[in-house]
């Protein structure tokens, strides 16, 4: 059988910042190629722009695999912000009219995470990026979720509001108002800028001042490392705000200890601070915790959609 013949899965994983398509062998799931665009995100992009950023990650996966585009056996689609029946029917149209699989499972991208990095899909998954949100699963194929209400209203521990509390905490020391911090000197040498009343120009007068702001977890994050004291204050309140997720998550589904979570997301992904501070804060809480971490959800994607092309659920909808 040439490649041409292979009966294909598809698996993305729709985020803020970036979208990632895997290509998969629909008899035995192994990936074949992958593909990447901008992000896809329906709350942080145009719907029109989300899903032309989803077509240049497929397409992508069939150039790199060497493959002519051709409709796939089943897709699990994974897309941050599709989040009402509106975004979901606007998303089955456009798979229809791209000839792209008649058999999808969309989901939101917290359940990437659940099914990449727990057993049997059977746990908390928590996603720490630009956002936050953490989604569960028990073992009779009950759900629950916690978070993920955007950077207005929420967002808590995420690398936005890692940024809000270190910029608060720039400007209260550049005052005199709060203590000395690393924070201040860092960023402006980061963003090239000579005072602190810099910042107000470079951030308000940014189209989008969330693009910049998207630098300053990591820095916090290098800080706290460093020992610096307000860089590691705001790490533990970033993951004691996690930790009120998944707790509230766990304690609706009722999952006994030790608590399968699996963590994605850049923010926490890259910081063994911050995942060891989670850890620390729902073990005070009396439970333990099994930490997987996941760095790419898109696995978690192609697996859902492996189970569909083999049969083994007839998934429609958010993890029935």
Not at 83 to 88: L, T
Not at 116 to 142: F, H, M, Q, W, Y
Not at 219 to 229: C, H, Q, S, Y
Not at 235 to 261: C, F, H, I, N, Y
């Amino acid at each position: 059988m040439s490649d041409q013949d292979i009966p294909l899965i598809l698996g993305v994983d729709g985020g803020a910042t970036k979208t990632i398509a895997i290509l998969a062998d629909a008899r035995s799931g192994i990936a074949i190629a992958q593909g990447r665009s901008r992000g896809s995100n329906f709350h942080a992009h145009a719907p029109h722009a989300a899903l032309s950023e989803l077509d240049v990650a497929i397409a992508q996966a069939f150039a790199h695999a060497g493959i002519e585009r051709r409709p796939v056996v089943a897709a699990c689609m994974g897309i941050a912000g599709v989040s009402r029946v509106e975004d979901e029917l606007m998303v089955r149209h456009w798979v229809s009219e791209r000839k792209i699989t008649q058999q999808l499972l969309i989901a939101n991208d917290g359940w990437l995470v659940i099914s990449a990095g727990t057993p049997n899909g059977v746990g908390v998954g928590l996603i720490c990026g630009t956002g936050s949100i953490a989604v569960g699963r028990d073992d009779l194929g009950r759900t629950g979720r916690a978070g993920g209400w955007g950077y207005l209203i929420g967002d808590e521990g995420s690398g936005y509001d890692i940024a809000v509390m270190a910029l608060r905490a720039a400007s209260h020391s550049a005052d005199g108002r709060g203590p000395h911090t690393a924070i201040l000197p860092s960023l402006l040498q980061h963003w090239q800028l000579s005072q602190p009343a810099d910042l107000i120009t470079y951030l308000y007068g940014a189209a989008d001042p969330r693009t910049q702001m998207s630098d300053v977890g990591p820095i916090v994050v290098a800080l706290a490392n460093e020992g610096d004291g307000v860089s590691q204050s705001i790490v533990l309140r970033a993951a004691q705000e996690l930790a009120k997720m998944v707790r509230a998550v766990g304690d609706t589904l009722q999952l006994s200890s030790p608590l399968p979570l699996a963590v994605a997301g850049s923010m926490i992904v890259q910081s063994a601070i911050l995942q060891q501070r989670l850890v620390d804060c729902l073990t005070d809480d009396a439970r333990t915790v099994q930490l997987t971490v996941v760095p790419d959800p898109t696995v978690g994607a192609v697996r859902l959609a492996h189970r569909i092309a083999q049969g083994e659920s007839q998934l429609t909808s958010e993890w029935t």
